[in-house]
């Protein structure tokens, strides 16, 4: 858990642009690591990969060596584990108590006139693994990185027992060295997985990490960091500049100011998400000409055929017997409707809660479009509907309100485009802007922590000036380990 929480608590650092994202780690944070950390110290302490001790035997009228192998752990019981902060710029953390019992084998070989060969066992239990840690944020190449300011490590009694073998006496003459090497190792091993090991896996991950990280197709988040933490008595609070683009574009939108509020109410963490990311990543992708969808005759399941069909019966309604041409040029056919963004989308945080607002052009075409580049007439679209965000399984989604569509003629070659058919339009583009959107809203932006390690089912979203907030207590998901 040590682990998980000094990598997220190191991706936490600061821009001195002005930032689109800010995460605050309070006090019940680290009481979490805290509380939980003993459990996952134990799945860690149990991957200790014990090295094979030799050592000569130079004691009696003969020489020898002894080889200790298969040593492992059979029994931990983690120590407890404080974290604290550490103003202004770092964390650290304790541990007291707990204890570990290794057993392992031993085979000897020593030599008078003849090699005689001797073989035993070893156990060993040492109890109250102490360890002070204190460990500084800082950046190095726009990557957060951790050094350490402060650290002991001690294992305050360790009880080796040499059993086993034919000879007594031959395994007295080095009983005393293979007691002190296994409880050296023992202080070792430990010392290595809840110091060494640990910060340097965080910093090769962090100094790992890209700026400039793919998350779908093309589609890149970008990163950068260039000023410490802010490391207080209450919580540790970092900033970055972050945005995602489509390609290798980059984003100048304006960046707005994010308050520092979080209210009241008690929770491990906070984070702040400005509005300026998914608009970069509308603007990118509408520069791309990526922002467009086809309503055909097998869209949402062929809901809107008999509408987009030239042809139909007397008391049937179909864009045909709105428009005689297409029925007379074009019998028995359909009509695709083309939606593109005609100017980059727009969304607005407000503490009222999210607006959404696109300008589309609609373009008609006999189907399949692709095959007919004549455009039929071209309408022009304002769209806006408003976002409830949530968080449902792990996932940052919502659901969408208050859909408006208004529509104009832009131009036409096959006749006047009326309020009726207007209206009937402006009903299935809603319907299909709610399809595309509830679609996208569903799977929705997975919030992963570290590891195991995630949100709270009743982490609660508000929405501010140009950003939202998410409050939010962690839970640690196990996985099964047969």
Not at 68 to 80: E, G
Request: hydrophobic share 40%.
């Amino acid at each position: 858990m040590c682990f998980r929480l000094l990598v997220f608590v190191s991706l936490i650092c600061i821009t001195s642009q002005q930032s689109t994202i800010r995460v605050r780690l309070t006090d019940n944070g680290l009481h979490f690591f805290s509380d939980e950390g003993h459990h996952i110290l134990e799945h860690e302490v149990k991957k200790i990969d014990f090295p094979q001790i030799s050592f000569p035997i130079t004691g009696g009228p003969g020489t020898g060596t002894v080889n200790v192998t298969n040593l492992k752990i059979s029994q931990f019981t983690s120590p407890n584990i404080q974290f604290k902060l550490a103003p202004p710029n770092g964390i650290g953390w304790k541990t007291e108590g707990g204890s570990v019992k290794v057993v392992g084998d031993w085979q000897a070989v020593y030599k008078l006139v003849v090699p005689i060969s001797t073989s035993g066992y070893v156990k060993a239990s040492a109890v109250d693994i102490r360890t002070v840690l204190q460990a500084d944020i800082d950046v190095d190449g726009k990557r957060p990185q951790l050094n350490i300011d402060a650290c002991s490590m001690d294992v305050q009694s360790v009880d080796v027992i040499v059993g086993g073998g034919v000879l007594p006496w031959i395994v007295n003459l080095f009983r005393p060295e293979l007691s002190r090497l296994v409880r050296e190792e023992i202080r070792s091993q430990l010392c290595i997985t809840l110091q060494t090991v640990l910060l340097e896996k965080v910093n090769e991950i962090l100094h790992s990490l890209p700026t400039h990280i793919q998350i779908a197709n093309n589609f890149f988040l970008n990163y950068r960091c260039e000023e410490k933490p802010l490391s207080t008595n209450s919580f540790i609070e970092g900033e970055m500049y972050s945005d995602i683009v489509y390609d290798n574009t980059t984003c100048d939108l304006p960046i707005r100011y994010m308050d520092h509020e979080v209210g009241h109410e008690e929770y491990m963490a906070h984070f702040w998400i400005s509005e300026h990311i998914p608009n970069c990543l509308l603007l990118s992708a509408h520069s791309a000409n990526l922002l467009n969808f086809v309503v055909d005759k097998n869209f949402n399941k062929g809901k809107f055929k008999s509408f987009l069909s030239t042809s139909c019966s007397f008391i049937s309604l179909c864009i045909g017997r709105f428009f005689p041409i297409l029925h007379e040029y074009y019998p028995n056919e359909f009509v695709d409707l083309r939606f593109h963004t005609a100017d980059t989308p727009n969304i607005t945080i407000l503490p009222s809660g999210i607006s959404t607002n696109l300008l589309l052009d609609v373009d008609l075409f006999i189907s399949p479009w692709t095959e007919h580049k004549d455009v039929l007439a071209r309408l022009a679209a304002n769209v806006t509907f408003d976002i409830l965000p949530s968080i449902v399984n792990k996932s940052l989604s919502g659901t969408i309100t208050n859909v408006t569509v208004v529509i104009v003629e832009v131009k036409s070659t096959i006749g006047h485009f009326n309020q009726r058919f207007i209206a009937v339009l402006e009903t299935l583009t809603r319907d299909a802007i709610e399809v595309l959107a509830i679609s996208a809203l569903r799977i929705g932006i997975h919030l992963p922590l570290v590891d195991n390690v995630t949100l709270a089912d009743d982490a609660r979203i508000v929405s501010r000036q140009g950003f939202l907030r998410i409050d939010s207590d962690f839970v640690y998901q196990w996985n099964d380990v047969s």
